[in-house]
């Protein structure tokens, strides 16, 4: 057994750990593999929760409550949630746990070289990928997070989110029990602006196209769908920005001013309506899209910031991959798809008679 | 094949009213063009749309014959050779001078499944054979511009010739007339040439367009006309031969000759002055036949000469490349960037599509690019060194009618119709051989001054872009190709906003500028064109490239990605809206425009 057996440095991961870590861990270290810009961080595995779960005595407690819930019933989803919630918020993250997070956040104290660094502190489901998209939405991320003991307080509050009413109510409902997560700790980043992209046109499926949405501030707002976000389709082949629609984007999430926690702000008057991104930024972000397309071997959504004051490309960070799902789908081949029967049919004689 | 409930209307062609002063424009066309009131049930609930691509201006009486004849030729192809499934020919008709057309679609089923037989069978064996039927074309061309050129076009004298009296040469009566009827022959066969294969040279292009929107929906239009374009193109030779003449120019210190604002004339005498000026004029006479057949219009009507008739535009291009090189500027087309670019382009596209997919890709742009020589090159042999031959043959006749006195002017002969010009060719014969008073000399000029004022204020006139019924969708392939006319387009111009302050078009070149717009509606306005100047137009013609170097985008009427503006502005990296539908009629020579060549818009700033 290694001498931190319930965390480990994000760059250490790989595909082969998204059982034990969650799938956005472990993406997370195959972006990093792929040399691909990933705020610093480390990762907590299931070990973690599974050692909370039975040094606190809360099996027995979880189980119960679970099994009073019938799908379907929203009563009975939120007072189980409400009571496991309760349960798991008073007791005690287990002291070998809090210990590897402390000495995984001074690591990255020292790294950043700032004493107390803020941190991001977000779920990372189990399973597959495909998984984590379904979850998305449900699990908690906690932002701006500062010293170790608020690290701990935060990892558990994620831990409570795997019971929150949607999570249980989707399990309830595809029939899988004994939920499990890992944790991603990562080095906040101070995004001036932030947001989505696919590596196709999710609309149309064009696969030469990456679709972006970006707003002002942290990701919150655009993936929580607070404000319209600018809408850009910029080739991949050429860089051409094909569709430029930009919105008045009203509020923004920022640090708070006390040092602690994210906070939704208006966006100044002057700012709402200026396009957050310019072509350098595009750019930076069509590279990156092509390169987690090309590491991944498929279309892929990813979330991503760019630092505030810092110069691209360095600036621009990725914070998630997962593939793209939904598609329209393929064009099924007619049978007829030679050029010449393709000509054909262009002219209306593709049935020919006789 | 997209379809919608049609929004929005259309005025009836009924309805659209003769400006003032304009009544008895009717006159100048055949029965058969008019919108008449025995065919008005059938033609209301029909869509018309207006044919500014090729026909921007109110048609003379003469010049009607490019749409009789080349409508007949388009017919006779598309309908009963290649019996295009769904689409039969093209209907014309005529409101105030301005030409709209109207597809004829087939719609009984089995005979759409009867025409797909012989269509697969009659279009497939010209697919398979392209090079070498497209061989023989080319040749059969040539020996046609050939035949036109050695046409002459006999004087009439005091006597007949001895050759009459003493040999077997025929008389000037069988002469003059057998000369006027090759004439029109030989325009007959020009026409039947240039459609025998422009809608499978257009189809394989456009299904290669397809292909691509199917698999990549977001492509750009022009991205797919870049991985289909030549290289070599016939069209970009002529302004080639200019800038090699400039480079010679100052290899050979003659260069001081080309000033700018003097005449092809002045530069030309300054050149005859010296040795070397003389070797570099020898050089430009080798390169006139045939770089000098390029028109310096579209080639439809009459007025647009070649570069033979009107040097004016070929010296501009030539004293505006000396400069650029005496500025030390690059004036070369940037070939190997457009081939490197194309390639580039085909490589990537290719490589994002599925094996599947990528099969049917990788054909159809071989397909396309093996059909697409002819795509670029009939329109320089057919419209512009063909046609621009042509009306000088016919010049010819007006000259003869002139000298005696049935027109005022040689140029007049283009103010009759081909059948008036055979009726006053023919008087003029009758009484040249009775010695009597012939009526023509009092009975055409007046005829001719009427017309002439006619077209002068049908030409203030501005045309609907369509009449009729809207469509519910556009199904005939010929107007999607050739004209670009798609079920989006007439919807959105079904809808227009008379008041917009944006206007609508295709994307055919990519870019944003803005600038101050001149609204260019015949070939003479060309010369009003100041640099950095926004071009609006109804269409521009290839012939027109040396303009293209001073202003900073172009807007058109009408054409697709693959009209002539579009080509041109992408060589030249400019920013083009094609299709619009309106531009001419809604932007104003002077208004500060935006042109969004990668959205296709256009927007009104003031």
Known sequence: MSASPHTRPLAALGRGDSPAFGGKSATLGELIAAEIPVAPGFALSTTAFHAFVREAGLDGKIARELALVSPGDVDSVVSASHAIGEAMRSAPVPEAVRAEIAAAYGALADEAGIAEPPVAVRSSALGEDGEDATYAGQLESYLWVRGAGHVCDAVRDCWVSLFGPPAIAYRA??????????????????????????????MSGDPSMVAVNASWGLGLAVVGGEVTPDDFLVSKVTGEVVRERVHDKDVEYVPDAAGRGAVRAEVPEERRGLACLDRTALEALVEVGRRVERAFGSHQDVEWAIARGRELPEGLVVLQARPVTGLPGRHPPSGNDTAMGLVMSMFGAADAKG | METAAPVGSFPSPYEVGTPPGCEGWEDLYPYYALFDEERREADEKRFWFWNSMHFPLPMPAFDAICIDTAYQALGTWQNRVFAVP???GIDYRCING?????????TDPEKIAERAGHFQQRAGYYFEHWDELYGAWRTKMEALIAELEALEVPALHELEPDEVAFGDQETSFCAVLDAYRNVLRLADLMWQNHFEFLLLGYGAYVTFTELCKTHLPDIPDQHIAQMVAGLDVLLFRPDAELRRLARLAIDTEVDAAFVEGRTAAEIESELAESERGRDWLAELEAVKDPWFHMATGDGLYHYYGSWLDDPTIPYASLTGHIAALRAGEEIERPTDHVATERDRLAAEYGALLDDEARKGFDDLLALSRTVFPYVEEHKFLCDYWFLTTWWNKLRAFGALLSEHGFLED???VFQLSRLEVYSALDELLLTWATGGQPRGPLYWPPIVAKRKALLERLADWTPPPAVGAVPEAILDPALIMLWGVTTQRVHAWAQADEDGSSIDGT?????????????VRNVRELGDVREGEILVCSITSPAWAPIFSKIQAAVTDIGGVMSHAAIVCREYALPAVVGTGRATSQIRTGQRIRVDGSAGSVTLLE
């Not at chain 1, 602006?193 to 590596?199: E, Q």
């Not at chain 2, 301005?98 to 087939?106: A, C």
């Open chain 1, 173 to 202: 409902h595809v029939g899988q029990d004994e939920p499990a997560m890992g944790v991603a700790v990562q080095l906040m980043v101070d995004a001036e602006v932030s947001g989505v992209l696919f590596t196709c046109n999710p």
């Open chain 2, 86 to 88: 769904p689409a039969m």
């Open chain 2, 98 to 106: 301005y030409i709209y057309i109207s597809g004829n679609p087939v």
């Open chain 2, 410 to 412: 040689g140029e007049d």
């Open chain 2, 507 to 519: 994307p055919a070149s990519p870019g944003v500028v803005e600038g101050v717009a001149r609204v």
